[in-house]
């Protein structure tokens, strides 16, 4: 027996048997569950009656991360923009609330909140079944011809596939497909991407948010002498434009047309040799001295992303670079989402999940180690770090798990048509929670910004790890944009996005980088909120407005107490509105007046809206 037990035993000391045996009930497959929406619930309570014959339903809304869960909650499909504007006058007139339903991937409860009863007058419009449409635009000169009319519920992978389709594309995207552009609009959606030192965009590339490509928008507002709400298309070049092309869930848009570029074929390069002591080293000491900074990397190909799993020492990096032709060792591909190991997480390490939720979170530097190297096999076929790893990661990526990982080739070296390499999060990855943050700065001041936060945030799990607490389990994910610079979308006129993250400061001209930090942790994981809480603490104390400004990452985590997220009183009533108001010009204020004037029923909006957009 006794010679069993050690058999059964990792030099961790924890039982194999037991860790794969036990767990978390059903946790493994909430965390990897499909994107197939909740079911029917039985009716409760009595239908409303919707004006044009619309026939409402019932469903459990259920955000990605499944944190935010209600009861089943009154839905609606309407088959065009004009039900939308009909659906506005019913709700006003009756006292509902319209919330815009999409793919349901994101984290803030701009939609609706946790918990919300069955009985509250809220009704959730699908715009994926029929608002859906896509077509080139015209007569939109200042984008050169180069244009798409997008109906919001249209999914961003069906939308760039539309552009790849007529030879166009973006500069940059949010790594998910299933978002909808809606969606995307609403929280300034983003990818990483500036240029590179000496490289010249082109006409119609923007390396700011999604929002700032858009030319017109077409949203549902109240219209004061008709006394109904009406759609109403706005261009880019008017005034008020500006407060919906970043609306948090304050408007409704039905259709927007987008500018686009030349499509850009992409080199995608994946690293896991640098360690992240010199990849994220301080300026001027002699770790930053090898030419391997992240900022040496963003300087050479200007698309650039690091993500660090916790208690590991090498960061996934990865850059994209223009390539119109194939290099000769580059592994072409003809789809999106090429990251299968990422994508599909061997079942033992989703049980390893299941464990990390349910009481045993001092198993996240093993689970650290596990994704990274997952990951470094699955890029490089490498399996010498495995030989050193401790006994219980060789035996859960062993046998059927390493050919797994094995099977899908190696993905080090990529190439491909810029949407392929783009989109790379597919719905059934690893369901975690993350905080978000966005950090001005100037260029030169990007690898200070990284170095601080990353020895910061190295010394705070060591702090957390010496107490016995583990917080964090996912990864730390590191990417780079540049401003909302109205001049890429080619209209004289036209005003930055007023609520979005990467609007310039006016005081700060000199910012013209931001720099985005995300954390990511399992939902549930005991004592995360007050884990992140310290850390937004700590950045908005470095980040004063000094060298660098703090903004949030609207479709993430922020505003945390030590036991909730969006919900410190300060943060959201005095810190977040601060960072978008600067002398002399328009900024949160003006947002949030344009917005109620065009709703001044406030159909569009939930209890947290009107607690945060005050």
């Known amino acids: 027996m006794a010679g069993q037990g050690a058999a059964e035993r990792g030099s961790d000391g924890l039982s194999r048997r037991r860790l794969l045996a036990a767990s978390a009930a059903g946790g493994a497959v909430w965390l990897l569950r499909s994107t197939v929406g909740p079911g029917s619930a039985q009716a409760v309570g009595t239908a409303p009656v919707l004006p044009g014959g619309l026939v409402p339903y019932q469903r459990v809304y259920e955000n990605w991360a499944g944190e935010i869960r209600t009861s089943p909650l009154w839905v609606c499909a309407p088959a065009s923009p004009q039900q939308v504007a009909d659906l506005a006058d019913w709700a006003a007139a009756n006292g509902w609330r319209l919330r815009a339903?999409?793919?349901?991937?994101?984290?803030?409860?701009?939609?609706?909140?946790?918990?919300?009863?069955?009985?509250?007058?809220?009704?959730?419009?699908?715009?994926?079944?029929?608002?859906?449409?896509?077509?080139?635009?015209?007569?939109?000169?200042?984008?050169?011809?180069?244009?798409?009319?997008?109906?919001?519920?249209?999914?961003?992978?069906?939308?760039?596939?539309?552009?790849?389709?007529?030879?166009?594309?973006?500069a940059a995207c949010p790594a998910p497909g299933d978002l909808t552009v809606g969606g995307a609009l609403a929280i300034g959606g983003h990818g990483t991407a500036v240029p590179a030192v000496g490289e010249t965009p082109q006409p119609g590339q923007g390396f700011g948010s999604l929002s700032n490509q858009v030319l017109s928008l077409t949203a549902v507002v109240y219209d004061a002498p008709a006394g109904r709400y009406v759609l109403?298309?706005?261009?880019?070049?008017?005034?008020?434009?500006?407060a919906f092309l970043v609306h948090v869930g304050r408007a409704f848009l039905t259709e927007v047309v987008l500018r686009a570029a030349p499509d850009t074929r992409l080199r995608c390069l994946s690293r896991v040799d640098v360690p992240a002591t010199e990849l994220f080293a301080a300026p001027?000491?002699?770790?930053?001295?090898?030419?391997?900074?992240?900022?040496?990397?963003?300087?050479?190909?200007?698309?650039?992303?690091?993500?660090?799993?916790?208690?590991?020492?090498?960061?996934?990096?990865?850059?994209?670079?223009?390539?119109?032709?194939?290099?000769?060792?580059?592994?072409?591909?003809?789809?999106?989402?090429?990251?299968?190991?990422?994508?599909?997480?061997?079942?033992?390490?989703?049980?390893?999940?299941?464990?990390?939720?349910?009481?045993?979170?001092?198993?996240?530097?093993?689970?650290?180690?596990?994704?990274?190297?997952?990951?470094?096999?699955?890029?490089?076929?490498?399996?010498?770090?495995?030989?050193?790893?401790?006994?219980?990661?060789?035996?859960?990526?062993?046998?059927?798990?390493?050919?797994?990982?094995?099977?899908?080739?190696?993905?080090?070296?990529?190439?491909?048509?810029?949407?392929?390499?783009?989109?790379?999060?597919?719905?059934?990855?690893?369901?975690?929670?993350?905080?978000?943050?966005?950090?001005?700065?100037?260029?030169?001041?990007?690898?200070?910004?990284?170095?601080?936060?990353?020895?910061?945030?190295?010394?705070?799990?060591?702090?957390?790890?010496?107490?016995?607490?583990?917080?964090?389990?996912?990864?730390?994910?590191?990417?780079?944009?540049?401003?909302?610079?109205?001049?890429?979308?080619?209209?004289?006129?036209?005003?930055?996005?007023?609520?979005?993250?990467?609007?310039p400061h006016a005081d700060h001209p000199e910012w013209d980088t931001v720099v985005w930090l995300d954390l990511l942790s399992l939902p549930g994981t005991p004592g995360l909120h007050a884990f992140y809480r310290e850390i937004e603490q700590y950045l908005l104390g470095l980040f004063d407005g000094t060298r660098a400004g703090l903004r949030v990452e609207w479709s993430k985590g922020w505003a945390y107490t030590t036991d909730a997220a969006w919900a410190d009183p300060a943060v959201l009533g005095r810190t977040i509105p601060a960072t978008f108001r600067a002398p002399g010009a328009p900024g949160w204020d003006e947002a949030v007046a344009t917005l109620d004037r065009y709703d001044p029923a406030r159909v569009f909006g939930n209890p947290f809206l009107d607690t945060l957009l005050r």
């Open 284 to 503: 001027g000491t002699p770790a930053a001295g090898g030419g391997r900074t992240f900022a040496d990397f963003l300087a050479s190909t200007g698309r650039v992303e690091a993500i660090w799993f916790a208690f590991t020492d090498h960061p996934w990096l990865k850059t994209w670079q223009p390539a119109p032709g194939k290099p000769l060792f580059a592994h072409e591909v003809s789809a999106p989402y090429n990251y299968p190991f990422s994508d599909n997480l061997p079942q033992p390490v989703a049980d390893l999940a299941g464990q990390l939720v349910s009481g045993s979170e001092q198993l996240a530097p093993i689970f650290g180690q596990l994704q990274f190297l997952i990951t470094k096999i699955g890029l490089t076929g490498d399996v010498t770090d495995l030989l050193l790893a401790p006994g219980l990661v060789r035996s859960l990526l062993s046998g059927d798990t390493l050919t797994h990982l094995l099977a899908g080739g190696l993905r080090s070296d990529l190439w491909g048509a810029s949407r392929h390499l783009l989109q790379y999060v597919r719905p059934t990855t690893l369901r975690v929670t993350a905080n978000g943050y966005a950090i001005h700065c100037r260029r030169s001041d990007v690898q200070w910004v990284i170095s601080q936060f990353a020895s910061s945030y190295q010394q705070l799990l060591a702090t957390h790890q010496a107490r016995g607490e583990y917080p964090m389990n996912g990864a730390a994910e590191i990417r780079v944009t540049g401003l909302d610079d109205p001049a890429a979308c080619g209209v004289p006129g036209a005003q930055p996005p007023l609520l979005s993250a990467l609007r």
């Open 232 to 242: 109403r298309t706005f261009d880019r070049s008017e005034a008020d434009a500006a």
């Open 101 to 170: 339903q999409g793919q349901r991937h994101g984290w803030a409860p701009f939609t609706v909140a946790a918990g919300t009863p069955a009985d509250t007058k809220v009704l959730l419009v699908d715009t994926t079944h029929s608002l859906t449409a896509l077509s080139l635009a015209s007569g939109f000169g200042g984008a050169g011809g180069r244009a798409v009319r997008a109906q919001t519920g249209a999914s961003l992978e069906d939308l760039l596939a539309f552009l790849a389709d007529q030879g166009l594309g973006v």
